[in-house]
């Protein structure tokens, strides 16, 4: 590998970018491919844009053909983050769930009697204001941001954190008609009408969910759905 891939394979790393390092295995040529970026991949074989992004979807290595022989897609992914916001029970039912299927958990709560280590044992817990908690965290491509208070004064400032972030999936708990009075809060705080669609709301899949646990698997479900089949807004680039 030249130094000049490695440092910028290393940048990367650090500040939690996706990448895919493709190699030509019969000429060891290397390139890093991104998911965006400035420069198009027109010399490539468009199968390879698709292969990479493919390739960082599933989490998953994999080797194609090309008009330049076998090409190695390494996939090099940031850890799958999950921002709770509110320390409450459908927290405590989703937290080890979300654990489980690889994610780093994060409950943000200002209420200490809400967010305590009693409560949620061995979870990187943050009593700061969500919109303070968000800029530290730096939410990015693989992070996943739920809130689920209620509160305006708490669920509002982290949507806006989230919204203008890169995370792959923003869920906020509450009713059609609660979401409603959200997004017009939103709207009011200067959200643009697209950036409002990207909040799944009410949050999770349809399934006639009632208990904490029940809820916890909707949201589970829906946020698996937007990392593994997420909306076409997104092209590889090198």
Do not use: C
Not at 39 to 68: C, S, W
Not at 109 to 122: K, L, T, V, Y
């Amino acid at each position: 590998m030249k130094r000049d891939i490695l440092r910028q394979l290393q940048q990367d790393r650090a500040e939690k970018r996706p990448v895919v390092l493709a190699t030509f295995l019969n000429s060891g040529e290397q390139r890093l491919l991104y998911l965006t970026g400035k420069k198009g991949l027109k010399d490539l074989d468009p199968r390879i844009g698709e292969a990479a992004r493919a390739a960082l979807l599933e989490d998953k290595p994999r080797t194609i053909e090309t008009a330049q022989g076998p090409l190695f897609l390494n996939v090099f992914n940031p850890p799958l983050r999950l921002i709770l916001v509110g320390a409450v029970h459908i927290a405590q039912a989703l937290v080890p769930m979300a654990q489980f299927a690889g994610y780093e958990v994060v409950v943000i709560d200002p209420r200490s009697a809400f967010g305590s280590a009693e409560r949620f044992p061995g979870v990187t817990l943050s009593n700061d204001w969500p919109d303070e908690a968000m800029t530290d965290l730096k939410p990015d491509l693989r992070t996943a941001v739920v809130t689920l208070t209620h509160d305006p004064k708490i669920d509002d400032p982290a949507l806006i954190a989230a919204l203008k972030s890169d995370v792959f999936y923003i869920g906020a708990l509450g009713s059609k008609k609660t979401h409603a009075a959200r997004l017009e809060r939103l709207r009011s705080a200067g959200i643009p009408e697209h950036e409002l669609a990207r909040i799944h709301g009410p949050v999770g899949l349809s399934i006639g969910a009632k208990s904490p646990a029940e809820i916890a698997i909707s949201i589970l479900a829906q946020m698996t759905a937007a990392l593994r089949q997420p909306a076409p807004r997104e092209t590889v680039t090198a």
